[in-house]
């Protein structure tokens, strides 16, 4: 019996695992670190599984569809239609310049010729790098906040900074016309959960950055209600494609880009293989979501098209 029971073991426990982590989340410590943890972690049993359900003819059916399970949990098998759009916005937690130089990230983004760019970890060493990439960037508007930068081609309305509690952050609010109305877009780089922490058996400190998160997600939803038409959120939100965090932030900005046009599993922090930086929209159509490969930071960037 077991040759069949280790393919329905697997079964349910991937099954367990996507759904306490998507469902239950961030309310507990044990179901935070299942909702955060890398999704590909899920994967690793299949092979063994697979070919052992298959030497025994026995279940390969049942193993098959937990690691379907688990690759589609993981965006492996995730595939939407792509099309041009009228609107490109970038974002790319660029940290801190520490991996590239104003010209070489300036290439970067003129190559991706986007209308609206999105940067976060914008506090450059040396000092004189935001002059340097503001000069390599003609054409567009540059506007800051702390550790947040947003440049844009289009008309500026206005632009506000909203603190966020726990760290020394900001968002920055721009609202920006494009096609005759106004677009209202946010920059974000909420606070990191350290699930690395856990490790160490610091759980306080653990809750205590769950908790900061949260309340970070509070002003952005507060944001999200006081903005009318349309308006975007984008950044580093250090939070995975899934959990309650997740979908309170498209909740109030609307469905994640990448879900509605993008392909495979779009890993914006390669290192850990998760994706964490985000771009959720409402009132406009993401058309196109890609991850691009460029390396100039440990972070890839983001770009979406719209209309």
Do not use: C
């Not at 077991?2 to 982590?21: E, Q």
């Not at 690691?67 to 995730?78: F, I, K, M, P, V």
């Amino acid at each position: 019996m077991f040759r069949s029971r280790l393919a329905w073991l697997y079964l349910l426990f991937v099954t367990l695992v996507w759904g306490l982590g998507e469902f239950v989340g961030e309310r507990t410590l044990p179901t935070l670190l299942l909702a955060y943890a890398p999704a590909v972690l899920w994967l690793l049993p299949a092979p063994f599984v697979l070919l052992w359900t298959a030497f025994r003819r026995r279940g390969l059916a049942v193993a098959l569809a937990g690691t379907l399970l688990a690759a589609w949990g993981a965006g492996l098998l995730h595939w939407r239609p792509q099309h041009n759009g009228k609107l490109r916005v970038l974002d790319y937690n660029v940290n801190s310049g520490y991996k590239s130089t104003p010209e070489r990230l300036a290439a970067v983004l003129k190559k991706a010729n986007a209308d609206v760019i999105l940067l976060q970890e914008s506090n450059f060493q040396p000092r004189g790098y935001p002059a340097a990439l503001a000069d390599a960037l003609p054409g567009y508007s540059v506007h800051s906040a702390a550790e947040v930068m947003t440049l844009t081609r289009l008309p500026v309305l206005a632009t506000q900074t909203v603190n966020l509690p726990g760290n020394q952050r900001e968002v920055l609010v721009t609202r920006l016309q494009w096609r005759g109305q106004g677009l209202t877009v946010v920059n974000a780089h909420l606070g990191t959960v350290q699930v690395m922490d856990a490790l160490a058996r610091d759980f306080a400190y653990l809750q205590r950055t769950r908790d900061r998160r949260t309340q970070q997600v509070q002003v952005l939803q507060k944001l999200a209600a006081q903005t009318s038409g349309p308006a975007l959120l984008g950044g580093d939100l250090n939070t995975p494609p899934r959990g309650l965090i997740y979908r309170d932030l498209q909740t109030a900005f609307g469905t994640d880009a990448f879900a509605q046009a993008g392909r495979g599993p779009g890993w914006t922090f390669p290192g850990l293989r998760v994706r964490i930086d985000h771009q959720m929209a409402r009132d406009l159509i993401p058309t196109r979501a890609r991850v691009l490969g460029e390396e100039e930071s440990d972070h890839r960037p983001l770009v979406v098209d719209y209309r």
